[in-house]
């Protein structure tokens, strides 16, 4: 992430940026960040998609790629 980008500065994020969902394979909690796409459960260990992923300016910005390292939709960026 850039220094510079607001889209993206924690020192703007509210409470809920920060929030819990359900493992859809085992049903643990995961706490997810708005900007993750995944995490890896800590109980199965398989990979989850953040069901609320927030990636701000990074979805316009057509810096998003380099700024996040990753696409708005969690793939990595085009080479």
């Not at 850039?2 to 809920?16: A, V």
């Not at 997810?32 to 990979?47: A, G, I, L, N």
């Not at 380099?66 to 080479?79: K, L, M, V, Y």
């Amino acid at each position: 992430m850039s220094p510079n980008c607001p889209g993206q500065d924690q020192r703007y994020w509210k409470p809920e940026d920060i929030f819990f969902a359900k493992c859809p394979f085992c049903g643990d909690e995961i706490e997810f960040w708005k900007d993750e796409p995944t995490r890896v459960c800590p109980s199965c260990q398989k990979e989850v998609r953040n069901p609320k992923i927030d990636t701000g300016c990074a979805k316009w910005c057509k810096h998003g790629d380099e700024c996040q390292g990753h696409t708005p939709d969690g793939a990595p960026p085009a080479s």
